[in-house]
């Protein structure tokens, strides 16, 4: 079992966003996607939730998902986008059970397995004593969970998220990298994009690497963020820090010897 | 089975229903021959007097019906049209929708098409709805960026005011320019079940159409890209909108002319009850239009004046301050985000 994406390209216009972007995620693994601005994570995570239109193929157990329909998708995959937008004043659980909708005949009537997934996802993400708060007034932080809650409560063996620990303070960073890795360890196949390459290289059992559109590392996060690439890619250098359980990668400077992006014509 | 329909919900939408059934007796009763309750209730059964009996059951009646019918799709037409847009501001009237139904209709009497009682009337309303709301959404985009739908609302509205001007411009006599204006406010007055034939169908698809896409609405609650990865198809939910509200606006006009904002005010007078969740607010919503526009309707037969006051224009008078409190509120909710 595995979601494999062979090939991928997603072109606008003249650009091309992604060119032949393969790679695969196995349930039980927590892989980190990171990149510079612009190298095209989220379009590989949008592409390969089924939201832009790409050519190559992405498998699930060998079947191709572009010949499912919408639901058998839904059911498959969660997606969290960046910003954790709410339109209206919802009740957390009420955004929750958003999560239902492919599963359910109607959000209006939901069956007791529903509401069962729904308080498993709200307990999974720790976000029960929020359930009955509106979530346009939640703090980042909240919201950041609930929003991940109602991903969980789809109960689909593949969960994409895009910046899910972006713009969280130190407290909420941890919690919520170490409820991914929780997440894994239960047995999804979890795909995070994000900035922070201390908490990828500490918490990830893996790590993709874009630039420009294309795969230029994957693998184990300290071996392959190496020096050389940390400049190519990122233009920085970075110092390890090793505990008893953990190493961890925390950028430190610019690197010189790395095309200096602030200094382009 | 767990429901999420709640007390409170559930409360309102009882109190709705049965303020629905006292307004409808009083509509009943309101006219030129004032009836008490009982004679309007014996009478629709064929009891009593004969001429009570016929001028319940053959002129007030239909007016009643027709008055909760257009009520009720105008009502579920704004809250379909605010949850697909995500946007509090949307509904029919503040985009024009409405004056493209009227100049559709304008369009088909003034060419000869359509006496006032044929179905090429609402069909002309209908397609001009259709067309408009298209022309809405395609211009305003994928997007539910409040400045560009007013404005695309505004100009599409404008346009079909100068269509509907234009005929006016054109009719071929006084009173023929007279009657379209008339017809323009808003009005129940005279109808008969005719027009309840004429117009019913069209709202039954409409019903139909818009409540089958409500669990959608809240999946979009979140967003496009969450909607679409639940599994819910954006193109059919915004297909079923389109044409829902067309039909049901078109076939609104096409039997009683302009009755503007029953759309937009509705949906906010129920939400403070039945919560935000945009699939929990069409039907009290739609039983709040029945009782607004009854109200209005009752109360236009018993305002005081050299002729009878037309309905559309009450309705106007209620919507256009309630349209600018809700501006209102949008722009200090934007100020406290700038300043938070």
Known sequence: MALVAENIGVRFGSRRLLESVSLKLAPGELVFLLGPNGAGKTTLLRTLAGLVPASGRVLWNDGDLARMNARERARLMAYVPQGHVAHWPITAREVVAIGRFPHASSLTRLSPTDAAAIDRALAAADAQHLADRVVTELSGGERARVMLARALAVEAPVLLADEPIAALDPEHQIGMAQLMRQLAHDGRAVLAVVHDLTLASRFGDRVIVLNGGRVVADGEPIRTLTPDLLRQVFGINAEILKTESATALIPWTLSSRAPNRFEQP | ?340
């Open chain 2, 1 to 340: 089975m767990p429901r999420r329909i709640t007390p409170r919900a559930f409360g309102l939408t009882v109190a709705l229903a049965l303020l629905v059934g006292v307004l409808c007796v009083v509509s009943l009763q309101i006219g030129s021959v004032p009836l008490d309750s009982r004679t309007v209730l014996g009478a629709l059964v064929g009891q009593g007097d004969p001429v009570d009996v016929i001028i319940v059951r053959e002129l007030r009646l239909p007016r009643t019906i027709l008055a909760a019918l257009i009520g009720a799709t105008l009502a579920l037409s704004g809250a379909a049209l605010q949850g697909l847009l995500r946007n509090p501001l949307a509904a029919p009237s503040v985009f024009g929708a409405p004056s493209a139904a009227a100049f559709g209709a304008v369009t088909a009497i003034a060419l000869g098409l359509a006496d006032t009682l044929s179905y090429a009337l609402p069909v002309a309303a209908i397609i001009a709805a259709l067309v408009s709301v298209a022309a809405l959404f395609a211009l305003a985009g994928a997007s539910a960026n409040i400045l560009t739908l007013l404005l695309a609302g505004l100009a599409l509205s404008s346009l079909a005011s100068a269509g509907v001007s234009l005929a006016l411009n054109l009719a071929p006599n006084f009173y023929a320019a007279l009657e379209i204006a008339f017809w323009l406010l808003g009005s129940l007055e005279d109808r008969s079940f005719q027009h309840v034939a004429m117009a019913a169908p069209f709202m039954a698809v409409s019903w139909l159409l818009l409540l089958a896409a409500r669990s959608g609405l809240t999946a979009l609650t979140l967003g496009e890209d969450v909607a679409r990865t639940s599994g819910v198809r954006l193109g059919v939910l915004r297909g079923l909108t389109l044409v829902g509200v067309a039909s049901g606006v078109g076939a609104s006009v096409a039997v009683a002319g302009v009755i503007g904002f029953i759309g937009l005010v509705t949906p906010h007078l129920v939400r403070p009850l039945v919560g935000h969740d945009p699939a929990r607010v069409h039907v009290p919503a739609m039983l709040a239009g029945t009782a607004l526009l009854l109200a209005a309707d009752i109360a236009s037969r018993i305002i005081p004046a050299t002729s009878e006051i037309k309905v559309g224009v009450l309705t106007s008078l209620i919507g256009v301050p309630f349209f600018i409190w809700l501006v209102l509120r949008q722009r200090s909710r934007d100020l406290m985000q700038v300043v938070g």
